[in-house]
């Protein structure tokens, strides 16, 4: 797979939706200097990424990065250098002259001498030439340590792919893909099966509350800690090694061996929708809402309103799990259906400097008693909601600690080979100026799942939720 | 995706959208002073065209948009062959409707009323000539009303066929219901949902089903029409509504998909049904919409892939011929919307009357020298 992805584990759903409103132009041009731009349109066709394609994006960095003007650049150049060399390594083909120049903390002399001996190395190896550029750069995009910065290429998608369809095993374990790849620490076991979405995992029969004990002949988690075996559950196309998992159905005793297949399978269309809604005891509105998509806090009132017509509701529950985030702009006006005249977050610069985002006080409030259910899965933009409802008491979260995964709304930059290098130029603090990223939000009420209940097709987080409702 | 109804070429598909439309930029329609209302081209077949507007209501299903309508509400507009040529022409949309467009499309130069006041060819309610001609189910693209597609569905029904031309309810920012009502476009709620267009097809396809099951009892011109010789023809998502009522519907023997994204699963095992794909030079093989390389190599009967240089992707719908109204510059490098109309009447009728009147035609065969902009994919457009 040439999909470089940056900061592992920015796997979020909707990376399109995923950035910052445009900030206006002044800010965004004299920020990036004249290293790179925001795309306009959409981008011609991907070219070999270069030597030149590297300095762009240094430079860039350095440029509109939330610590561009502070960080020492010297990291970015040595993780680069690190990620060439095990490439020459990796393929056989080290030369002399891999050596490390010496780096002066002068950002333009230091990026002059690496430019000088990366161009010896691949002068030699002239085959390896735009594999050693790939790696070199997505090195040093990750070595910000930043889970909302990603350069991504040549993202390639199965040919018989069609709209709607998934990728992978076709299923979803309590250690989400994203969690597997970039945050294990805090998963905790057993390992076991939420949902079964198709594919190969339908096709062996799996089911929801199915422990699984072995991923390829490994624990999934040693002394209670996670391993990397677990990302094994998320193959990504073009991936197609079969995985072997050892199951434990509790409910009946049997232990056994599937070996699953990845593949394209299709998912239903329903689920799919970004809003749906229920009425639950005729006084409860249930709006589940998967992503913070454009229209997506208008489509959520809708909702509600629409519930709420010919009736007296007694609250309404978001369900905000796995929703992997989207637009701040949409989180801040559903935050605004609850709460006005309040901080909903802080954008700040690495000076500390800090812009913040007010609730829209143009929208309506719904005046009925809100609690939102989390999960690790919720993350970015989700966790600017969820902190909002938590910090300024608008609500009541039900459920786990949410994801932890909100640096900052990435922008997007387009570089001299057409892929996109996206970053934030703030970093995200909730409504009281307290650190969300890595943290994550933790709920008023934990409320975890534990297999039994995923077998029966239990839900405690929102039947808690409708009792704190009914109170 | 609130496509803008403008003309602007050259502009690539975004591969995240849910519908092949591009989002053009809001400059892309540079204004220029209105002509003042449009006449649509003279139809190119010998017979005189009647056209009258069904409302019909499938009480089988739920609303796909509205969750409060547990019926579903389509208004068809039929274009057919008509016994005489005169009488009041009739009119292309309602003042409503045009507001409801132009705004929906931010399209802003022009009188909100000015697409109500488009001149068209055919007589409002005319006596259907009374033989038995094909039947052309038309499906336009997202937001669009079918009357969009009026000057083809004229053209059609003066060569000799019965077209059925569908507003889904809800897709479109303007279907005028039977009580007056004026829906509009709930759809575009979750336009950029995943599995949007595949959803948008399913339900075309229900709608076409549900139109062909009801036609005969519907219309008392029913009588015209040859139910055995079904084909359809969309635009954009409606194109792509063809496919999925092929695959549905063993009535729809034939379909032709105009620049739209492909969503509709083909079985792997290959789809027989004759199919055409008249695109733009975006929908080359190998570019950035993947859908029809990846049905292209499904299809296993008797195919064509067309794309026409110098178009965009509303050349195959009336838009062009529209724009002097509505002061929209063409862009730079566009065919002239007369001949954008010509060539779209020309190879849908040719694709027609091959699939649906056993009339082989051997400009579907190859380049011709009179239409040097239609190339014909995958092998012979790669220069494109």
């Keep these: 797979m040439t999909a470089a992805r940056a900061a592992a584990g920015l796997a979020l759903l909707l990376t399109a939706a995923c950035t910052a409103p445009a900030p206006p132009r002044i800010e965004a041009s004299t920020a990036a200097g004249m290293a790179c731009a925001r795309p306009q349109g959409s981008p011609g066709a991907e070219t070999a990424t270069t030597i030149d394609v590297v300095e762009q994006a240094y430079f860039c960095i350095l440029g509109a990065y939330y610590s561009g003007p502070t960080l020492d650049a010297r990291s970015l150049l040595t993780a680069g250098f690190i990620a060439l060399t095990q490439e020459l390594n990796r393929n056989g083909r080290d030369v002399p002259e891999a050596t490390m120049p010496a780096l002066t903390g002068d950002r333009k002399a230091d990026w002059t001498a690496f430019e000088a001996v990366y161009r010896k190395i691949t002068d030699q190896v002239p085959d390896l030439r735009d594999r050693l550029a790939d790696v070199t750069l997505e090195a040093v995009v990750a070595a910000l340590g930043d889970n909302h910065a990603r350069w991504t290429r040549d993202v390639q998608r199965h040919p018989d792919h069609y709209d709607g369809d998934g990728y992978g095993l076709g299923l979803e374990a309590n250690v989400n893909g994203r969690q597997a790849e970039a945050d294990p620490g805090v998963a905790l076991p057993p390992l076991f099966v939420t949902a079964v979405q198709g594919g190969a995992a339908r096709a062996a029969g799996l089911r929801p509350g199915d422990l699984i004990e072995e991923i390829d002949g490994s624990a999934p988690f040693v002394d209670g800690q996670a391993t990397p075996a677990i990302t094994s559950l998320y193959p990504r196309y073009p991936q197609a090694r079969p995985v072997k998992l050892r199951l434990l159905r509790q409910s009946t005793g049997r232990r056994w061996t599937v070996t699953l297949k990845p593949g394209l399978f299709p998912r239903d269309l329903a689920g799919l929708q970004v809003v749906r809604s229920e009425l639950v005891d005729d006084d409860i509105a249930l709006v589940r809402l998967a992503g913070f998509s454009p229209d997506s806090a208008n489509r959520v009132f809708r909702a509600v309103s629409r519930l709420r017509t010919g009736r007296t509701l007694s609250g309404v529950v978001l369900d905000v799990r796995g929703n992997g985030g989207g637009s701040p702009v949409e989180a801040t006006r559903l935050v605004s259906a609850f709460v006005h005249g309040k901080p909903t977050a802080h954008q700040c610069a690495v000076d500390g400097r800090c812009q913040t985002m007010w609730t829209d006080d143009t929208v309506e409030l719904l005046g009925l008693p809100l609690v939102v259910l989390t999960d690790r899965g919720c993350a970015s933009a989700c966790e600017h909601f969820s902190s909002a409802i938590k910090d300024l008491r608008a609500g009541t979260l039900v459920g786990t600690r949410t994801a932890g995964v909100v640096s900052g709304p990435a922008s997007p930059y387009l570089l001299g080979d057409n892929t996109l290098l996206s970053f934030p130029t703030r970093h995200h603090l909730g409504p009281d100026r307290e650190v969300i990223d890595r943290i994550g939000v933790a709920p008023d009420h934990h409320v975890p799942l534990t297999p039994k209940d995923a077998a029966a097709g239990r839900d405690p987080a929102l039947a808690k939720a409708l009792t704190l409702l009914h109170k | ?384």
């Design chain 2, 1 to 384: 995706m609130r496509q803008i109804l403008a003309v602007a070429a050259g502009l690539v598909v975004l591969a995240a959208s849910a519908c092949s439309a591009p989002t053009p930029p809001r400059s892309a329609a540079p204004s220029v002073t209105p002509t003042g209302p449009a006449t649509l081209p003279t139809p190119t077949g010998p017979r005189p065209v009647g056209t009258t507007v069904l409302h019909l209501t499938d009480t089988s299903r739920p609303d796909p948009w509205d969750l409060d309508a547990d019926a579903r509400e389509l208004k068809v507009t039929l274009w057919y062959p008509a016994k005489r040529g005169d009488g009041p022409r009739a009119p292309y949309m309602t003042p409503k409707e045009s507001e409801l467009v132009l705004k929906g499309s931010r399209i802003t130069g022009a009188p909100y009323d000015t697409l109500s006041k488009t001149h068209t060819n055919a007589v409002e309610d005319a006596a259907p000539e009374g033989k038995r001609f094909p039947l052309v189910v038309l499906s336009p693209g997202f937001t669009k009303p079918v009357s969009t597609l009026t000057s083809l569905a004229e053209d059609l029904a003066s060569r000799g066929y019965v077209v059925a031309g569908i507003d889904h309810t809800h897709e479109s920012y303007a279907t005028t219901l039977s009580d007056g009502r004026v829906a509009e476009c709930l759809a575009c709620d979750s336009d950029t949902d995943p599995g949007f267009g595949p959803r948008v097809v399913q339900g075309r396809a229900a709608d076409v089903s549900f139109v062909l099951d009801r036609l005969p009892s519907e219309w008392d011109g029913s009588g015209s029409i040859d139910r055995s010789r079904v084909a359809m023809v969309g635009q954009s998502i409606g194109g792509a509504g063809a496919v999925a009522a092929m695959l549905k519907d063993s009535r729809v023997r034939a379909g032709i998909d105009m620049d739209g994204t492909t969503y509709a699963r083909m079985p792997k095992s290959g789809f027989t049904g004759p199919f055409m794909f008249l695109g733009t030079p975006q929908h080359v093989p190998g570019g950035r919409d993947t859908s029809w390389d990846r049905d292209w190599k499904r299809l296993t009967g008797w195919k064509r892939w067309l794309v026409v240089t110098g178009t965009d992707h509303q050349s195959f719908t009336d838009l062009p011929l529209l724009a002097g109204a509505l002061g929209i510059r063409l862009a730079p490098g566009a065919l002239a919307a007369t001949r954008s109309a010509e060539l779209t009447r020309t190879y849908v009728a040719a694709f027609l009357d091959q699939h649906l009147k056993s009339r082989r035609q051997t400009l579907l065969d190859g380049p011709s020298p009179r239409s040097p902009e239609v190339k014909f994919c995958p092998t012979a457009c790669a220069t494109l």
